[in-house]
């Protein structure tokens, strides 16, 4: 059997549900609301700002930051100049060449290595690419130079990094291995006066051992 149609007229429903405390109290619900995120704000209870730079952002351990060229014990590169990054790199940013190394143990070591950070994406895929666990990422996001010049890094600004004890360890897929490499113990962390802050001291206290000088 056909069902009668029915019609519904949504104005007149409208008319039925609305009333004039209704039509009243609706903006003062949302007035109420917007003075309580205020009051939450200046109470200091939720914070969406940070006082940038005294306080940052507390990045993940796999923040793909600056690169970071890791060291063998005697203070020489640990790459092997393979290509294996440069040849994964899609931004074509890696240079490398080669040369002899002197022990017979290992074939050779990069006599010029350099990253122009300019074009680079910050991708993590020479770190993925590497066999050698010889470059990984920090957290640091900071770069800035005065010239052009100043932004292709070479094999001495990649090892020595006095700004990793701000920024910490980032991306290092096989991160139990670097970090015993690199003595890497990281410290018990102080307690945050705000959420997803981190202080600059706390960072300072993290890993002031990796940074180093492969010259001294
Ligand atoms: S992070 Fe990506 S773009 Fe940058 S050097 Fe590595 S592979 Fe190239
Ligand atoms: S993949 Fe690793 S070992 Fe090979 S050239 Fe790049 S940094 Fe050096």
Not at 26 to 46: C, D, E, H, Y
Not at 74 to 92: I, N
Request: proline fraction near 8%; hydrophobic fraction near 35%.
């Amino acid at each position: 059997m056909k069902r009668p149609a029915i019609t519904i007229n949504v104005s007149d429903i409208a008319e039925r549900e609305t009333s004039f405390a209704k039509e009243m109290f609706a903006p003062l619900a949302g007035m109420g609301l917007t003075f309580t995120r205020m009051m939450q704000n200046v109470s200091g209870k939720i914070r969406p700002t940070i006082s940038y730079p005294e306080e940052r952002r507390s990045y993940s351990e796999r923040y793909r930051g600056a690169h970071i060229l890791t060291a063998r014990e005697d203070g020489s590169p640990r790459c092997v100049a393979c290509y294996m990054c440069a040849t994964a790199c899609p931004a074509d940013c890696i240079y490398i060449e080669p040369g002899e190394h002197p022990d017979p143990h290992i074939e050779k070591y990069p006599t010029r290595f350099e990253i122009d950070m300019l074009r680079c994406v910050f991708c993590g895929f020479c770190v993925d690419a590497c066999p050698e666990e010889a470059i990984i990422m920090s957290r640091e996001t900071e770069i800035c130079a005065f010239s052009r010049d100043e932004t292709i890094w070479g094999i001495e600004r990649l090892m020595r990094r006095p700004e990793l004890a701000e920024f910490g360890l980032g991306y290092r897929p096989n991160a139990e291995l670097v970090d015993s490499r690199l003595a890497f113990v990281p410290k018990e962390k102080l307690i945050m006066s705000m959420p997803n802050s981190i202080t600059l001291k706390e960072k300072a206290e993290m890993i002031p051992h990796v940074t180093f000088d492969p010259r001294k």
